[in-house]
């Protein structure tokens, strides 16, 4: 019987050890990112004629590279909040705020996925690390440490790290990643996340403001937050045409999902409680950029064949 106890302890702590890395390094933001980082890495193959297999070790090194420089992101930013994560509700039970993951440990995981990262990066091509690098030190430096606790821009600030991971995947093809292609992708991120992470400030908005933490909805009330939002919405919408050039239809699912999502905004916010009128619009932002992704990834990928 004890030998069985000590069998089933072992077996556990993997599982345990997995979890508490997951929500250290921030496992779903890792996989979300990824996502735009294959869009931008696919759309550069078929804007080059190259296909999946010419470059299936720069797809490797730079799906592993990428993964782990966000990770690494998100530990340092783990790290850098574990005080104001304390206050808030979902956040409260990370690993670096419950001390199963200290400072010292911490930062040495931080840093060696950091390096690693950027070393498979830049064997996939030294501008993909660079993008990379400026991707985690925009997160941690001006996002993270600098704005996010001062000023109702942090959520700008952050979205120009979060639209890096199209730029990373296109760079480690090709290095033209002033292509209409890769520019078009890099505005769709930036502007997507507006409205996105808007919409969680206003359901988060009461844990935001316990933990002083500036978000627009907290600072200058929700209507303002509204108005924002439907203006970042109209941006999206005419974000569709750079896509043109690339696919017209994606080019139209754009538009029609951003225009969904602006009357979505409107009509919901004059006829629901504010509290599902932002769980829609949340809701909304992930179904949007994923299928527009996927599409991108698809019609990429999938066309060559035809």
């Known amino acids: 019987m004890k030998m069985q106890s000590n069998m089933n302890t072992i077996e556990r702590i ?3 050890v997995t979890k508490v890395l997951f929500e250290t ?3 779903g933001i890792v996989k979300s990112n990824l996502i735009s980082m294959i869009a931008g890495l696919s759309m550069a193959l078929f804007v080059h004629h190259l296909s999946f297999f010419d470059k299936i070790g720069n797809v490797a090194l730079a799906f592993i590279g990428t993964a782990l420089v966000i990770g690494a992101a998100g530990v340092f930013n783990n790290l850098y909040d574990r005080d104001i994560d304390g206050i808030m509700e979902r956040t409260k039970n ?3 705020v419950s001390g199963i993951v200290d400072v010292r440990s911490g930062l040495m995981i931080g840093t060696w996925i950091a390096v690693g990262g950027l070393v498979a990066l830049y064997i996939a091509s030294p501008l993909a690390a660079f993008c990379g690098f400026l991707g ?5 430096v001006p996002y993270t440490m600098w704005t996010k606790r001062k000023t109702i821009y942090n959520t700008e600030v952050g979205s120009l790290s979060g639209a890096m991971p199209p730029l990373i995947g296109w760079a480690a093809i090709s290095p033209d ?5 890769a520019i078009a992708l ?3 991120m930036v502007i997507w996340q507006m409205p996105h992470f808007y919409a969680i400030g206003i359901r988060r908005m009461e844990e935001y403001r316990a933990a002083n933490v500036p978000m627009l909805p907290v600072v200058k009330g ?3 937050t509204y108005v924002q939002m439907n203006v970042y919405l109209v941006a999206l919408f005419l974000c569709s045409f750079l896509f043109w050039s690339f696919n017209p239809y994606i080019a139209v699912a754009n538009a029609l ?4 999502w602006l009357i979505l905004s409107i009509y919901g916010y004059r006829r629901k409680q504010e509290e599902k009128w932002a769980r829609s619009m949340f809701i909304f932002s992930l179904n949007h950029i994923t299928v527009l992704l996927l599409m991108i990834v698809g019609y990429s990928l999938g066309a060559p064949l035809l």
């Open 14 to 16: 993997p599982t345990s």
């Open 25 to 27: 390094i921030k496992i």
């Open 94 to 96: 990370r690993p670096t």
């Open 136 to 140: 985690l030190f925009l997160y941690v």
């Open 177 to 181: 990643i002033l292509h209409p292609g």
């Open 186 to 188: 890099f505005l769709l």
């Open 222 to 224: 929700i209507r303002r």
């Open 257 to 260: 999902l951003s225009l969904g």
